[in-house]
């Protein structure tokens, strides 16, 4: 995709926390896979999300969606 292009799709999944996130990051940046990784300053700088281009699909395919327990209850 090109830089100036927008992807269509936005898929919310789930970690177990910031440890995963900064593993994604790391296999994102060893593979050259465009990403981005949120800090939130108010609680300190840590990592509380992960953006992965479309060729990151190699490194999501084994989360889960985001609030599937959530949406089952409800």
């Known amino acids: 995709m090109h830089p100036d292009e927008t992807a269509e799709t936005l898929v919310i999944l789930e970690t177990d ?6 593993a994604l990051a ?21 990592k509380t999300a992960i953006a992965i281009g479309p060729e990151g699909r190699c490194l999501a395919k084994r989360l ?3 609030f599937q327990e959530k949406a089952r209850a409800a």
């Open 64 to 66: 889960p969606l985001a």
């Open 26 to 46: 790391v296999a994102a940046q060893t593979l050259n896979i465009r990403h981005a990784v949120f800090v939130e300053p108010d609680l300190g700088n840590s």
């Open 17 to 22: 926390g910031e440890a995963e996130l900064e």
